[in-house]
T-cell receptor
Framework: EPEVTQTPSHQVTQMGQEVILRCVPI?????FYWYRQILGQKVEFLVSFYNNEISEKSEIFDDQFSVERPDGSNFTLKIRSTKLEDSAMYFC????????????FGPGTRLTVT | AQTVTQSQPEMSVQEAETVTLSCTYDTSENNYYLFWYKQPPSRQMILVIR??????QNATENRFSVNFQKAAKSFSLKISDSQLGDTAMYFC????????????FGTGTLLAVQP
């Protein structure tokens, strides 16, 4: 069964450093998403991406964040200058359509900023 | 703005028993979808069940079923014949049926199935 994969599973970085979180969505999916879950809290939407551009973003997704689909398979989230409060689990998801279609989630990347 | 509320932070159930997790939501839209996601200790988010708001019939998936009360904006999850593997965090989620695909999650209910 096709699945969303994410690398690395755990990333430790120092405050102020740049990190890139990588995702490989399901191959025939067209819509891609990033969500964040701070430990012990609910999952929060960050951004959605379609046709090589951002289709929607939350207020969390400020100028320090960017997303990119550098080739036909990868989807990346870059955090330019990490802060302590960026420590969280980051989930990538993909879907084949909008509306109520199922979003398939990856296993997540745990980001720890020290 | 749409919101999703789960009022039970933690619940416990004996193996083989039935448990119901509550969820309420607020929206002014008529076209939307509701989901229950399961997050086991591995942290992977797994879809449990999906409900289209325009369907009156409650969705079921094997041991999992929902009680969807559109007028009351309530969407509870019933797990029958609970198994140890059902131990997980359960999140209720909402998405508007239009062009957006932004999932809005509740705060979750931690379910512990006791042997």
């Amino acid at each position: 069964e096709p699945e969303v994969t994410q690398t690395p599973s755990h990333q430790v970085t120092q405050m102020g450093q740049e990190v890139i979180l990588r995702c490989v969505p399901i191959s025939n999916h067209l819509y891609f998403y990033w969500y964040r879950q701070i430990l012990g809290q609910k999952v929060e939407f960050l951004v959605s991406f379609y046709n090589n551009e951002i289709s929607e973003k939350s207020e969390i997704f400020d100028d320090q964040f960017s997303v990119e689909r550098p080739d036909g398979s990868n989807f990346t989230l870059k955090i330019r200058s990490t802060k302590l409060e960026d420590s969280a689990m980051y989930f990538c998801a993909s879907s084949d359509r909008t509306g109520g279609n199922e979003q398939y989630f990856g296993p997540g990347t745990r980001l720890t900023v020290t | 703005a749409q919101t999703v509320t789960q009022s039970q932070p933690e619940m416990s159930v004996q193996e083989a028993e039935t448990v119901t997790l509550s969820c309420t939501y607020d929206t002014s839209e008529n076209n939307y979808y509701l989901f229950w996601y399961k997050q086991p200790p591995s942290r992977q988010m797994i879809l449990v069940i999906r409900q289209e708001a325009y369907k009156q019939q409650n969705a079921t998936e094997n041991r999992f079923s929902v009680n969807f009360q559109k007028a009351a904006k309530s969407f509870s999850l019933k797990i029958s014949d609970s198994q140890l593997g059902d131990t997980a965090m359960y999140f209720c989620a909402y998405v508007y049926g239009g062009a957006t695909n932004k999932l809005i999650f509740g705060t979750g209910t931690l379910l512990a199935v006791q042997p």
